[in-house]
C-alpha cells in the first residue's frame, strides 16, 4: 500500500508538483494546507483540507511537502519546512521518473526534481529545494539548502551555491565559480564569476 503525503502550499507550483507525484507514484496525496479561504477548493483534482494551523495533528500521519514556490525570497517556503521540522514531519525527496539524477549524486530531504531535470554524477543538492523543469546540475556541483534551480537553468560542473538562493529560468554559471547564500540571479543571465553572498544580478543595466 502506498503511504500518503500532505501538499504545503496550493497555488501553481504545487500543481507541477502534484503532476510530479502522480508519476512517480511513491505516495497518494492526502490532501493540501493552504490559506483559510481557500479550505474546501480544489487543486487539480486534490481538495485543500485544512491550514498549517492543522499540522501538529496532521504531520505525524502523513509524510510532507512544501509546495510553495520561490521567486523573489525564500522566506516561506523556509518558515514552512521550520514549521514541519518543528513537528517532527516526515520529508521526502521527491524525483520525477522523467529526471536523471545520478546514483553517485545526493538529494535532500523535502527537494524535489521535477520532468526532465538532470542531476549528474558527485552533485549535492540540500534540503528544500526545487530543481526545476529541464534545469542541468552537472558533475560535483552543490546546491544549498532552500534553493529554487529553475526551469532549464545550467549549473556546470563544480559550481557552489548558497542557502537560499534562486537561479532564474534559463541562466548559466561558469563552471567552479562559487555564489555565496541568498543570492538572487534573473532570467536568462550568464553568471562568469564568484558572487558574494547577497548578491542580486538581473541582467538589467540600470544608469
Known amino acids: 500500500m502506498k503511504e500518503s503525503i500532505l501538499l504545503i502550499g496550493g497555488g501553481g507550483h504545487c500543481k507541477s508538483c502534484i503532476d ?17 479561504p481557500r479550505v474546501g477548493e480544489k487543486v487539480l483534482s486534490y481538495p485543500i483540507i485544512a491550514t498549517d494551523e492543522a499540522l501538529p495533528s496532521l504531520a505525524p500521519a502523513h509524510w510532507c511537502l512544501v509546495t510553495i514556490g520561490q521567486i523573489q525570497s525564500c522566506a516561506t517556503r523556509l518558515k ?4 514541519l521540522r518543528q513537528h517532527h514531519a516526515r520529508l521526502p525527496a521527491i524525483v520525477s521518473p522523467h529526471a536523471y539524477v545520478s546514483p553517485h549524486a545526493t538529494i535532500g530531504a ?3 526534481v521535477m520532468h526532465g531535470a538532470i542531476v549528474n554524477a ?44 534562486f537561479i532564474g529560468s534559463r541562466a548559466v554559471t561558469r563552471e567552479y565559480i562559487a555564489i555565496g547564500a541568498d543570492c ?8 562568469l564569476g564568484d558572487l558574494a553572498p547577497g548578491s542580486r544580478d538581473t541582467g538589467q543595466k540600470t544608469g
Open 80 to 83: 514552512l519546512y521550520d514549521l
Open 184 to 191: 538572487f540571479i534573473g532570467s536568462g543571465v550568464r553568471v
Open 20 to 36: 510530479v507525484i502522480e508519476q512517480e507514484g511513491r505516495f497518494t496525496i492526502a490532501g493540501i494546507l493552504d490559506q483559510p
Open 122 to 165: 558527485g552533485a549535492q543538492i540540500g534540503r528544500n529545494c526545487i530543481i526545476n523543469t529541464q534545469s542541468l546540475v552537472e558533475h560535483d556541483a552543490v546546491v544549498g539548502d532552500h534553493c529554487h534551480i529553475a526551469t532549464a537553468s545550467v549549473i556546470n560542473g563544480g559550481v557552489r551555491i548558497g542557502e537560499r538562493s
Open 110 to 112: 523535502g527537494t524535489i
